[in-house]
Every structure is written in C-alpha cells, then in structure tokens.
C-alpha cells in the first residue's frame, strides 16, 4: 500500500445506506411499539427484484444484514426471518426502546450540534424525535452522526 492509497478518502455510502436502514427500522418499530410486526425489507431499502437466479440486488441485502446486525446487537428481536425478505414478529428491545426513548438532555455533543443547526425541537424531546426529523430535512452525514453516536451510547440510559 502506498502513502497516496491511505489518504484517499474511503467511499462509505454503504455506512450511510446503514445508518439510513436503521433510522429507518427504529422508526418503523417505534411507532409500532411494542406490537410485534412483520419487517420487511422493502419498506426500508424500496423495491427490488430478484434476478434470474432469485438473488435480491447487493443494496437489498445489505439492508437484510442490517435488520440482523441489530438485532444481534441487541436492538431488536424477531420470531423468524421469511427468506431474506422480512423478519416476522419483530419488535424494539427494551435498550433500544428507552434509547430512543431518552430525553435530547441525554444525547451526546455530536448530536447536540446536528439538533442547535437543523432540528427545531426542545432540547428534552426523545431522541426519535430528532431522528425522524433528520431522516426528513438532515443531510446523509447528520443522519450518520445521530445514528452513530447513538449506537456508540451505553445501553443503560435513562
């Protein structure tokens, strides 16, 4: 590897696409809490068909192992997964519930910046508050830096 090779800047729109995905799942099973609902990938990553060979497109799939990243990570659970197309029963963990949950009092400096330049609520609103308000008017990298800096949060917030 060169010296030219390690300062180009790595493309990370797959990160973004993740972090897009999970705004996007907590939001979904948020507003849905704490019934157990059928997940299913086309209603976060939009609309894909399989190829000739029944494979869903790369941007389809990655949004599948986004649903089971978090859900090993402790965000959500599901009864059972329907192909690689859906997750069946799925729902909010109760860190993910009271992350999101948590007044904007609890929130890291990162996010605290994102929400003084974009996102006009009060600074006790819940986190998801400030999500779906990125998701709608935030750039991809104040949706990456509000998702991250979430994760990165101790699960034991109250």
């Given at each position: 590897m060169t010296t030219s090779d390690t300062l180009t800047p790595i493309n990370d729109l797959h990160i973004n696409d993740f972090c897009k995905d999970t705004a996007k799942i907590w939001?979904?099973?948020?507003?849905?809490?704490?019934?157990?609902?059928?997940?299913?990938?086309?209603?976060?990553?939009?609309?894909?068909e399989?190829?000739?060979f029944g494979l869903h497109s790369p941007r389809f799939q990655a949004c599948f192992s986004t649903m089971l990243w978090l859900t090993e990570?402790?965000?959500?659970?599901y009864q059972q997964?329907?192909?690689?197309?859906?997750?069946e029963g799925a729902c909010l963990t109760q860190k993910a519930f009271i992350l999101l949950s948590s007044s904007e009092n609890h929130v890291t400096t990162?996010?605290?910046?994102i929400s003084d330049k974009t996102i006009p609520v009060t600074s006790t609103a819940p986190r998801i508050q400030?999500?779906?308000?990125?998701?709608k008017h935030g750039s991809s990298e104040q949706l990456k830096t509000l998702i991250l800096d979430s994760l990165s949060l101790p699960s034991g917030i109250k």
């Open positions: 939001l979904y099973l948020y507003m849905r809490f704490p019934q157990k609902n059928a997940l299913y990938v086309e209603d976060i990553a939009g609309a894909d399989p190829d000739e990570a402790g965000y959500l659970y997964p329907v192909n690689q197309e859906a997750l990162a996010q605290k910046n400030h999500l779906k308000h990125t998701l």
